[in-house]
């Protein structure tokens, strides 16, 4: 049960981060004023990882970390794991390598539409026009969302690449968002259903 409940809780916690991230592309404001800063770096390192302006983190701690646990909450140890599990996937992500030595995204390969740090190198290189692989922690919301990308999924043999870069052949899957969509409807949504489980407890 501790387990299933660990997933149910990073799904819920990339859900959030996944349409936070995608807001600070798609909302003039936040990419000028927030996000650009971070993205300075066209190919990150680990140390690039926290390199951004404290209103990202901020951000990410609230959909992403509080939300999940008051919608689906974790008892002390495995918040714990979770943390420093995600702390470690992000340090990972910013790498810049792609192999068997990527230990969060090995323990995520079992995850449908896994994704591997040149998912996310491929997202930097962009910088503004990189509206594509948004996802933390199991990439499942760029494939139903349609923003996956395989970047170089080739390099080095394809050692990095997964199945669905096999499968897809760096295209993009999923559906398509409406241009008339705000990615801030789903946090809305979002922290409407954490204010009525809020509401519920008290």
């Not at 995520?108 to 996310?120: K, T, V």
């Not at 026009?129 to 394809?158: E, H, P």
Request: hydrophobic share 40%; proline share 4%.
């Amino acid at each position: 049960e501790r387990f299933l409940r660990l997933l149910a809780n990073h799904y819920v916690m990339s859900f959030g981060m996944y349409w936070a991230h995608r807001s600070l592309h798609v909302v003039p404001y936040l990419w000028d004023h927030i996000h650009s800063i971070h993205h300075w770096a066209k190919h990150p390192l680990s140390r690039n990882t926290y390199e951004d302006h404290w209103a990202d983190n901020f951000g990410n701690a609230i959909v992403g970390h509080l939300f999940a646990q008051i919608l689906i909450p974790l008892d002390r140890p495995t918040f714990w794991f979770s943390r420093i599990f995600r702390i470690f996937e992000s340090l990972e992500k910013h790498s810049g390598v792609s192999c068997g030595f990527n230990v969060a995204y090995s323990l995520q390969q079992w995850l449908p539409f896994a994704q591997m740090p040149h998912h996310h190198d491929w997202h930097h290189e962009g910088f503004k026009g990189s509206n594509y692989s948004f996802s933390s922690i199991g990439g499942l919301w760029d494939c139903v969302f349609g923003t996956r990308k395989g970047g170089r999924y080739t390099a080095n043999f394809s050692k990095g690449a997964t199945r669905e870069d096999e499968n897809y052949k760096g295209k993009s899957m999923g559906m398509k968002v409406p241009e008339w969509f705000s990615p801030l409807y789903p946090l809305v949504g979002l922290s409407i259903a954490v204010g009525m489980k809020l509401n519920n407890s008290f």
